[in-house]
């Protein structure tokens, strides 16, 4: 492993006396609170997918129409830049402007563990399968039971020494109850379902956004499952999983080929030691202790809009769930929507013959319209088309809704006719009792009136709407929610 880090941000925290080893062995630590982690795959550390570059590309094409996308670079505004361009114009049988190896990538590795500090960036870099293994092991803890000469111990050495490991101390964080039956709302798109013996939790975060991070990886309860949503970073964060034990089922979308829009979740996560690695297919189910998992497609949040996608293997593979615990059916939906010749609303049908009344639907509100920076700013979902249409911008699909917001969240209610509607998935919010501003602009109880008075309902609706807040634990009692907060 390569450990890098800028000289602000090395700071000791050993002290004078007993050695480092023996203070390690003596001690027992914890991964630093609010440590912002990410990892990225070889791929996304091409220096054709960085902002700038789109930028430049869509100005271009916009003014200028078509025109080699090589010739707009240089190597001394953007390095290396224009040699990716240039090899993918050199593959004649390849339609797309970016070269096979990052439409279709085959390598894991190396990848890059980034810790973005105020005082400067912490790069570590993964060149294997053993590097990776090592950092789960540092994150989930388990190092400390490690042979002395595990590569595991060196790196939480060097964790040590940069700050981001610390001794443990007693966790004053929680606020939350989770010896109780229910479904928990946690921050971002996390969920946790809890039955009277089981545990699962859906896309968990401890490593994004950790301005808002209440609560830490050790106020939980053991978990029986993780249910993986799809495989942007805001919900398939891997060093967020890594803190579980490596052992503990992780359901993901069935991934056929490794691609720009979905890197292959299962074979990451069994390179990075995990043995009960469920790559779910959809209308597939499971059952983690007395809690149910029936596994439906995730349709939406595409580039194919206005188009089909010209390979089945290139899209955003994801998996909705319908969770059974409690005798409570709930159907999340995450930011699923839709795309080309199909919706979310289309299986409504199929959920209820297969499971009756759904008593929970829940799902993003936020209305995500195709730009060729979604999803992360760095061009995948312009790339990704065909050169014919990259080249034209009149048919790039500006605009087209992707999510299902609060019309097409109508439409599948009126369809489906669940009990209740909880809207969430609208990034991280500290702990308040005010309804959530989501992107500085709509309310959560503003985006359910929304609902309420789409012009695209049929007759009444038959659904509650139901507003509730980050921490809070919904439990259904003979049909009836009942919400409680967070609290010390």
């Not at 630590?29 to 869509?58: D, I």
């Not at 293994?133 to 020494?161: H, K, N, Y």
Request: hydrophobic share 40%; glycine share 6%; with cysteine.
């Amino acid at each position: 492993m390569c450990f890098e880090a800028s000289p602000e941000s090395i700071r000791s925290v050993a002290p004078a006396g007993p050695s480092r080893d023996e203070i390690m062995s003596a001690t027992r630590f914890e991964v630093r609170p609010n440590a912002p982690f990410s990892v990225f795959l070889q791929e996304e550390m091409s220096p054709v997918l960085a902002s700038s570059v789109l930028h430049r590309v869509m100005r271009a094409l916009r003014s200028d129409g078509p025109i080699a996308l090589d010739s707009l670079f240089d190597d001394g505004s953007a390095p290396g830049v224009r040699e990716v361009f240039a090899a993918a114009r050199e593959e004649v049988d390849f339609p797309y402007v970016l070269p096979r190896a990052l439409v279709f990538s085959d390598e894991l590795f190396p990848m890059c563990l980034q810790v973005s500090e105020d005082d400067g960036a912490i790069d570590l870099e993964l060149a294997d399968e053993a590097d990776l293994r090592a950092l789960r092991s540092v994150l989930s803890g388990d190092w400390q039971e490690a042979a002395p000469d595990d590569p595991a111990r060196d790196l939480a050495r060097d964790f040590l020494e940069v700050g981001l490991l610390r001794p443990a101390g007693p966790d004053a964080s929680r606020v939350v109850d989770f010896d109780r039956p229910g479904i928990f709302r946690l921050q971002h798109a996390s969920l946790l379902f809890r039955s009277e013996s089981s545990a699962v939790i859906a896309d968990p975060q401890f490593s994004y956004a950790t301005e808002q991070d209440w609560l830490r990886r050790e106020s939980y309860p053991n978990i029986d499952a993780i249910l993986i949503s799809h495989s942007h970073t805001d919900h398939f964060c891997l060093t967020s999983v890594m803190r579980f034990p490596r052992d503990t089922p992780i359901v993901v979308p069935r991934v056929r080929r490794g691609s720009l829009l979905t890197p292959p979740m299962a074979e990451i996560l069994r390179a990075a030691g995990f043995t009960r690695v469920i790559d779910a297919e959809w209308f597939s189910t499971h059952e983690f202790g007395d809690i149910r998992v029936t596994v439906y497609p995730f349709y939406g949040e595409q580039p194919w809009l206005t188009f089909a996608s010209p390979s089945e293997d290139l899209r955003n593979w994801g998996n909705t769930y319908v969770v059974g615990a409690n005798g409570v059916k709930t159907w999340f939906l995450i930011d699923s929507g839709r795309e080309f010749g199909r919706s979310m609303t289309d299986l409504c049908g199929q959920v209820r013959e297969e499971h009756g009344h759904i008593d929970i639907v829940a799902s993003n509100l936020r209305e995500f319209g195709w730009s060729p920076g979604q999803i992360d700013g760095k061009g995948s979902y312009l790339y990704c088309f065909p050169e014919e249409i990259v080249m034209d911008p009149r048919r790039w699909p500006d605009g087209e809704l992707m999510t299902l917001g609060p019309h097409g969240a109508r439409e599948l209610l009126d369809a489906l006719e669940p009990g209740y509607f909880l809207p969430y998935a609208h990034w991280w919010h500290p702990l308040e009792r005010r309804s959530h501003l989501v992107d500085e602009r709509l309310t959560e109880e503003q985006m359910l009136a929304a609902i309420r008075e789409s012009p695209r309902g049929k007759g009444r609706l038959r659904t509650q709407l139901l507003e509730w807040h980050v921490g809070d634990r919904l439990q259904l009692t003979r049909g009836r929610a009942v919400l409680h907060p967070a609290g010390p």
